[in-house]
């Protein structure tokens, strides 16, 4: 959706206007080293803040909070409230145990 998203607001002269930040649990943009690059062009392309470490616990969608555990080293944990607009969450995703 981040870059679906993102290349809209790019042809309607919006997205200069549009703090994007792209918030991701773990410490890769995706999990295929082959797609790494070109997802990361695309990334700077549409000026996204990409957040790593960042674990969405809970949102407050009445004040439109979205809550992170952020964790910078075993020694540096912190909660972290980021207002937003638009928020498009993706659970955890694995391959099932008979195909890992």
């Given at each position: 959706a981040?870059?679906?998203?993102?290349?809209?607001?790019?042809?309607?002269?919006?997205?200069?206007?549009?703090?994007?930040?792209?918030?991701l649990?773990?410490?890769a943009?995706?999990?295929i080293?082959?797609f790494?690059?070109?997802?990361?062009?695309?990334?700077?392309k549409y000026?996204?803040?990409?957040?790593?470490?960042?674990?969405?616990?809970?949102?407050?969608?009445?004040?439109r909070?979205?809550?992170?555990?952020?964790e910078?080293n075993?020694?540096e944990?912190?909660?972290l409230?980021?207002?937003?607009?638009?928020?498009?969450?993706?659970?955890p995703?694995?391959?099932?145990?008979?195909i890992s």
């Open positions: 981040l870059y679906l998203s993102c290349d809209h607001w790019r042809r309607q002269g919006t997205l200069n206007n549009i703090n994007v930040n792209f918030c649990a773990g410490t943009v995706f999990g080293p082959q790494v690059p070109p997802l990361s062009g695309y990334l700077e000026r996204a803040q990409v957040n790593f470490n960042h674990n969405l616990i809970r949102i407050d969608g009445e004040n909070q979205a809550i992170f555990a952020v910078a075993e020694e944990k912190r909660e409230t980021l207002p937003f607009d638009m928020l498009h969450v993706v659970p995703q694995s391959a099932p145990a008979f």
